[in-house]
């Protein structure tokens, strides 16, 4: 059996797919998306990084980070992410010491050219359609969609006539 290996890059540029434990819908409660917030602006403050894109749905969520030079610990930064939140929801759960906030890992994959970054920021905006949630990534308030329309990124009505081309491949749930 192959062991999973993680690839760390100083300064490197990661997407992450982060799901809530057996996919409840957590953040379906904007009280509950607020205090995500919180917990990367509290983790940022010791331990900076650039969310380059995020989009937070009901039971997972999406980011794209940039890491700073000389800096790979994107595993500390989630630890502590998920930690903050877990002290501020929930009950406990059935595994032990274990709040039912987040499934246990998460799933990175590290940015290989501008292309691959192009694609995974495309991948978060749309993803809220996808699931059904909108019916275009600028209806979804919980997305950096409406601060790449603001530089630039995309048109507003970006994503209304169907899934783009260049994501139609993708599948990273």
């Given amino acids: ?20 434990y ?34 937070i749905l009901p039971n997972h969520l999406h980011s794209l980070w940039q890491l700073p030079e000389n800096d790979d610990d994107f ?11 877990s002290k501020r929801i929930g009950a406990e759960g059935k595994r032990q010491r274990e709040k ?35 019916m275009s990534p600028a209806q979804w308030s919980y997305s950096s969609f409406r601060k790449a329309v603001a530089a630039g990124w995309y048109d507003n009505s970006w994503g209304c006539n169907g899934q783009p081309t260049n994501i139609q491949d993708m599948d990273i749930e």
């Fill in 1 to 20: 059996m192959t062991e999973y290996r993680r690839l760390f890059i100083p300064g490197g540029n990661y997407f992450f797919t982060v799901v809530t």
């Fill in 22 to 55: 057996q996919r409840r819908p957590i953040f379906n409660k904007p009280q509950h998306v607020d205090l995500l917030r919180e917990a990367f602006k509290h983790v940022m403050e010791s331990r900076p990084f650039t969310i380059d894109a995020i989009v």
């Fill in 75 to 85: 595993s500390g930064r989630w630890r502590e992410i998920k930690k903050y939140v």
């Fill in 100 to 134: 039912d906030i987040w499934q246990r890992r998460f799933w990175e994959h590290a940015i290989r050219d501008e292309n691959d970054w192009r694609r995974h920021v495309d991948y978060i905006h749309y993803n809220p359609v996808k699931h059904g949630l909108a």
